[in-house]
């Protein structure tokens, strides 16, 4: 093995189907990376409470980049040495980008005059118009609302009058991303930032292992929230959107797939890992070829 292959992730819209949640389709090949010790790295829109119980279901033990890049979770155990710069909490170490979620309900309080009935918060929402807008259960709804860094927003108004917001927003420090469903109000972080920050961490622990051994990444990701994190991976996965037009990037390496959700998820890592024509980083990832080369064929 010449190069350690992370795979980080969006989750709602690339591996979980928009509507259902579900990613059946792609569970023989998380199996198959997990079994080949490829990491597959959530970077996602939610919380940490919601990725303890999805990280279950995913049957993952890697580590987990939430709120749109604000903070990073490592399992204690996970690196040799323990991360620089981390708190620890809850058995994990945890390196966090953004301030308090408190602090950008207040910054949003100060927006509630000028734009009076156009936006909706998480915490304004509640519980029940979570559900109403996600579809999400109520108890999934309410881990979606144990948020650390960050507040989502449902935008009423027109779309010239979401602009004017988020300029608002942004001049006030903020960080202003687009997510599937919501915008996303944090600090100035990103699921980029935070791919790279990780990045780093694996490759100082392997650096110190063994000499000149490299990463390599691919991001997989359906939205404008997921720009950031596309953009600095070697790879990038665009899974297409049954809802919207697909995020504008200038990438030398990527790959747009034709299907939605799981099942492009399995077609686009699949074509970077086990396809017969790739562009770039062959050598890197020759070892996977032969055992991804059933899974792709089948
Ligand atoms: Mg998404």
């Known amino acids: 093995m010449r190069a350690k292959i992370l795979v980080f992730t969006d989750l709602d819209g690339s591996l979980l189907d928009h509507y259902t949640y579900r990613f059946d389709q792609a569970k023989p090949l998380l199996a198959l990376l997990k079994q080949t010790h490829v990491p597959v790295i959530p970077v996602t829109s939610k919380t940490r409470a919601e990725l303890s119980v999805l990280r279950g279901e995913l049957d993952s033990d890697e580590p987990f980049i939430v709120e749109n890049g604000a903070a990073v979770f490592m399992p204690a155990e996970y690196f040799d040495v323990p991360p620089s710069e981390c708190i620890e909490v809850d058995g994990f170490y945890c390196a966090q980008f953004s301030k308090p979620r408190d602090y950008w309900l207040d910054l949003l309080a100060q927006q509630s005059d000028e734009f009076e009935g156009e936006f909706e918060t998480f915490t304004a929402l509640g519980v029940d118009g979570i559900c109403a807008s996600t579809g999400l259960s109520a108890e999934a709804a309410r881990l979606a609302n144990t948020r650390e860094f960050s507040e ?23 960080t202003v991303l687009q997510g599937g469903r919501f915008l996303h109000v944090t600090g100035a972080c990103n699921k980029g930032k935070a791919l790279q920050w990780l990045y780093q961490q694996y490759q100082s622990v392997t650096s110190s292992l063994m000499e000149e051994r490299r990463c390599l990444t691919i991001a997989v990701g359906d939205g404008e929230n997921d720009v950031d994190m596309l953009q600095v991976a070697n790879c990038a996965v665009i899974i297409r959107s049954p809802v919207h037009e697909p995020p504008v990037i200038e990438h030398n390496n990527i790959y747009r797939t034709q299907q939605t959700g799981p099942e492009g998820w399995v077609e686009g890592v699949s074509w970077f890992l086990g396809a017969s024509e790739r562009p770039i980083e062959m050598n890197l990832i020759e070892y996977l070829r032969k055992k991804l080369r059933s899974h792709v064929n089948g």
Not at 152 to 174: D, I, M, N, T, Y
């Open 152 to 174: 989502p927003v449902k935008w009423r108004g027109s779309e010239q009058r979401k602009s004017l917001f988020v300029a608002r927003l942004r001049a006030a420090g903020a």
